[in-house]
């Protein structure tokens, strides 16, 4: 979160005109057809090109290799490289820009009766000890699109080491079986926290790894040191920042999604962190609006892969700047396309200048900014082209604590107590509920219960749902959400405007 104007992004101010109103939340492509040629099988041994476009729910996604075109063959990205006939490339799908959509979910179910490897005891069913033949089993994946992500207690730090927990947590709904399962739960033989989660995009990393700061703006203190590479974390990865670098996170993936049994060797560690720097994913074109780079806009994965991340420079938030051109008229557009333009380039100037009041969310109002504090959407997605926080990014939107999260009977929900001996959750007290307490689970912290960290929002719509927890399945959603959440008052064409920037993206 930036704080002072002195550490916001240049931003470049958009004139807007006209009224345009449609959606862009258009109907699911969800064709069977569609999504079998697009799946990518791990070891299937294809080239991936060097720039891919697919179909998605608003238009087109574009997933670029700023290296030149991927010899699969052998690549630990790409092949079964663990024990279940996985492979990262299994959830991370390029048609899907590189995470996985709940479409290509459930028409994988129906393609391979649930016998893709996608659909694996260990996270991509709702318990291991569930008879897995039945789609029962699977709901929270094939509902949702959220995988098991089973945390040890007591919270471990990402060093390994454990954390004494300043709370303690009781199971008060358990529908996925998980919590309570005498292995698997959390009075299991190795006791964890079974939470369910979206795969975030394998791309564009470059923004995700970058910091603004070489200290943390909330709390003032430097960003730590990757001994390894002399850079400092971003404390921008994972939900809830388990892993502090990408190493550290594909050593978690390796065990966990793919339960490789053993470390892998550094050949395969450089080919997959390669991969992961090089690939870029952004919309390149809409149905309505055309090619997103018409006109002088600088949509499409191009842009990312070339742009410096996080710019910190003069006074103004950022801005989408990819859309500069369409606050001027192309003679040659269509009228369709013309609106289009218009609605997008309104959105870029909401998402920096509509102000609300943001309260109650711990992470920015506990911290320097004052609690109600006015701002905007790009006070906490602040990172040009990617919207990141140039910050540590982990704040209690409310998406996964009660009382502001969307009542989700098929999720878990715990109850956390706070030791009275540490200071509580800033807004919610000493007892939480919640169905992901996050960065909690890797801090133990209270004060840190249901903090979320930002993710990437390029090629949104090539992956509904929205939100770790799947709890938006359309971008228009995620707009009503904030709409609920802080009471703005947008009007329907603000809501449209924004909706149709998200999509864009
Ligand atoms: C079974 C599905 C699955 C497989 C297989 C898988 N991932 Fe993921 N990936 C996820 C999920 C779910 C998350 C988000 C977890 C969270 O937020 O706690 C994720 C997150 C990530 C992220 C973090 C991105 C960010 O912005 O924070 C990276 C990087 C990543 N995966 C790389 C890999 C690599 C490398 C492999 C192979 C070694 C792999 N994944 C295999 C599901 C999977
Ligand atoms: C108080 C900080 C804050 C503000 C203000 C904010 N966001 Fe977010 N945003 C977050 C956090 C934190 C997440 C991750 C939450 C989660 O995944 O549960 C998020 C997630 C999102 C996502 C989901 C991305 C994905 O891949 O699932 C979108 C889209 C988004 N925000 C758009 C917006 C828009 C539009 C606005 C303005 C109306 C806005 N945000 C205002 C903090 C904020």
């Keep these: ?35 079998a040629a697009a799946w990518w099988s791990p070891g299937s041994n294809r080239v991936f090109a060097a720039r891919a476009d697919y179909a998605d729910t608003t238009g087109t996604v574009s997933v670029l290799n700023a290296r030149g075109q991927v010899e699969t063959r052998d690549h630990p990205f790409f092949s079964p490289i663990g024990s279940n ?67 040890p207690w007591p919270p471990r730090a990402p060093t390994g080491v454990p954390v004494t927990p300043q709370f303690s947590i009781e199971v008060v709904r358990d529908p996925s079986g998980c919590n309570l ?12 926290v079974s939470v369910f989660r979206r795969p975030r995009p394998v791309a564009n990393l470059k923004y995700v790894t970058s910091y603004g700061f070489i200290f943390e703006p909330k709390n003032g203190l430097p960003l730590p040191i990757d001994i390894q590479t002399g850079l400092r974390y971003s404390g921008n990865l994972l ?9 550290e996170q594909a050593l978690d993936a390796f065990s966990s999604h793919l339960e490789r049994r053993g470390a892998p060797g550094s050949e395969e560690m450089r080919a997959i962190l390669e991969f992961e720097l090089q690939v870029y994913v952004a919309q390149s074109a ?52 013309r609106a289009y ?29 004052g609690n109600p504090t006015r701002d905007s959407c790009a006070f906490c997605h602040n990172m040009t082209r990617t919207g ?27 109850k956390l107590t706070c030791d009275p001996r540490y200071p509580a959750h800033p807004f919610l007290g000493r007892v939480v509920y919640t169905h992901d307490p996050g960065f909690a689970l890797t801090t133990g912290k209270c004060a840190d219960i249901g903090k979320i960290t930002i ?24 707009i009503e959400y904030y709409e609920r959440r802080y009471s703005i008052g947008l009007t329907e064409q603000e809501k449209q405007d924004l909706t149709n920037l998200l999509s864009a993206l």
Aim: hydrophobic share 40%.
């Design 455 to 478: 993710q990437d929002m390029r090629g949104l719509a090539a992956r509904p749902p929205y939100f770790s927890n799947g709890s938006a399945a359309t971008l228009r959603d995620v």
């Design 1 to 35: 979160m930036l704080g002072s104007s002195a550490l916001r992004i240049v931003a470049s101010s958009l004139a807007v005109s006209s009224l345009a109103l449609f959606c862009t939340d258009r109907t699911i492509a969800d064709t069977a057809a569609r999504e």
């Design 239 to 247: 939900a809830d920042q388990r892993a502090r670098t990408l190493t």
């Design 388 to 414: 990141m926080d140039v910050a540590p990014g982990q704040v209690d939107l409310g998406t996964t604590n009660e009382p502001f999260a969307d009542p989700a009977p098929d999720l878990p929900l715990f």
């Design 181 to 192: 399962d005498p292995r698997f739960g959390l009075h299991g033989l190795h006791p964890a």
């Design 286 to 337: 809409d149905a309505i609006g055309g090619q997103l780079g018409a006109a002088g806009a600088e949509g499409g994965p191009e842009a990312l892969a070339s742009a410096k991340p996080a710019v910190l420079k003069g006074s103004d938030h950022p801005s989408w700047s990819e859309f500069d051109g369409w606050t001027h008229e192309d003679a040659t557009a269509t009228p369709a396309q």
């Design 85 to 151: 006939g996985r492979a990262c490339v299994t959830c991370h799908q390029p048609a899907d820009g590189m995470s996985l959509s709940v479409a290509t979910i459930r028409a994988r179910w129906r393609e391979t009766e649930g016998k893709d490897p996608l659909f694996a005891s260990i996270d991509g069913s709702n318990c291991p000890s569930l008879p897995q033949e039945s789609a029962s089993s699977h709901s929270l994946l094939l509902d949702r699109g959220l995988f098991r992500i089973a945390r």
């Design 341 to 369: 333009r218009a609605s997008v380039a309104r959105g870029v100037t909401l998402f920096r200048d509509r102000t609300f009041l943001i309260t109650d969310s711990a992470g920015l109002n506990s911290m320097n900014f």
